[in-house]
Each structure stands twice: as C-alpha cells, then as structure tokens.
C-alpha cells in the first residue's frame, strides 16, 4: 500500500462534524426543485436526515463500550464516503459513535468522487462500493479494511442478487428497514472484531 497516499488522504480528511457540514451545505446550498430534480442531492438530503437521527438515537452496545476501552493502541478510521450513498448514511455515524467515545481512535472522512486514486486500492469484488473503512495504525500503515456493508447485510445482498439478478428500489427499500432495526449494532460487532484481530 503507497503510505504516501494514506499520509495525503489522512491530511486532507474531513472531522465527522467537516463532513456533516459539507453535507448540509451542499443541501442548503440548492433550491428545493433542484434537490428535486438531483437524484443524488435528493438521496443526500434524506442520508442527511438519517445521520441527524442516528446521531441523536443509535448507542454503542456495553461490549463495544469494553472492546474499545481496553484497546492497547491507537487506531485511525479513514473512511472513504458519499452524502448519497445509503450504506454511508446507516454506519459512518456509528463508526463516529465509536471514535468520540475513546481517545484511541481517530476518524477521518474523504469523498469517494474526488479519492479515486484511494478507492481504487480498496475496491471490493471490483467495484468502488462505499462505504469502506481503511484502519491505519499510529505509523499511518493500513491494517485491515471493511466494508461496504456488514457482513449480515452483504449476505442479504447477495443472496438477494442471486435470487432476482440485481439490486432493485424494493430491497435498497428493506435493507434500509433492516438498518433501522438493527440500530448499528452488526456494524459494531464487525469493527470491534477487526480491531481485536488487529
């Protein structure tokens, strides 16, 4: 892995509150029929009224409250994302529920559309699916990398796409169900095992 382009990419990452501003400004920064009329804007301003939500209600479980208090080094969190995208809306506010609540890990955002040369190191099965969380370690070496998804939410996906050929309005529909109702919990449980492994 080029250190170089996880040093710049590190350097040039948004806070979780950067992000979430971008997002409301790129938002606000639009008349209502234009929001209408993008269909990326518009997904971004209902991922940004999911964000508002998770950010007031989702709560980290007591074994990852445990996991991450007992971690003997410090971990980065680079986090390549879109405003658009509705698996970044359901898991970057929980991966910031984890970073703000210890000090041993930080969380760095960076934009999918303007890191190309980032996300084509991470790509899964080929393709840039966001989100995906690069964890460096205090020397800035990449130490494990997840995403897009957790891994019971991938299952679904692909036996969904097994069964009907693609990914369609109806399962996006009750994968963002599935979301509300697991409440980050799987997200937790897949990066706690990560950084145990790590």
């Not at 250190?3 to 790129?26: A, P």
């Not at 405003?83 to 703000?100: F, M, R, S, Y």
């Not at 050929?165 to 980050?184: H, M, P, R, S, T």
Request: glycine share 4%.
């Amino acid at each position: 892995m080029n250190k170089n382009l996880i040093n710049k990419s590190l350097e040039k990452g948004y806070t979780y509150s950067e992000y979430r501003t971008y997002l409301k400004d790129s938002i606000s920064s639009k008349s209502s029929q234009e929001i209408e009329n993008d269909a990326l804007l518009s997904y971004t301003h209902l991922n940004d009224k999911r964000m508002d939500r998770l950010d007031k209600t989702s709560k980290l479980s007591d074994e990852t409250i445990t996991s991450i208090n007992n971690l003997s080094k410090p971990f980065t969190f680079l986090v390549i994302a879109e405003g658009w995208c509705g698996d970044a809306a359901q898991i970057v506010p929980i991966l910031n529920k984890i970073a703000t609540s210890t000090p041993k890990i930080d969380l760095k955002i960076v934009l999918r559309d303007e890191n190309e040369e980032l996300m084509n190191q991470f790509l899964t099965n080929g393709s840039k699916s966001i989100p995906k969380v690069i964890i460096v370690d205090e020397n800035n070496e990449v130490i494990n990398s997840w995403g897009p998804r957790p891994s019971i939410a991938t299952k679904m996906v692909l036996d969904y796409k097994e069964k009907h050929g693609v990914i369609d309005a109806e399962f996006k529909k009750d994968l963002q169900l599935w979301y509300n109702k697991d409440k980050g919990t799987s997200t937790q449980k897949d990066i706690i095992t990560l950084l145990k492994a790590s």
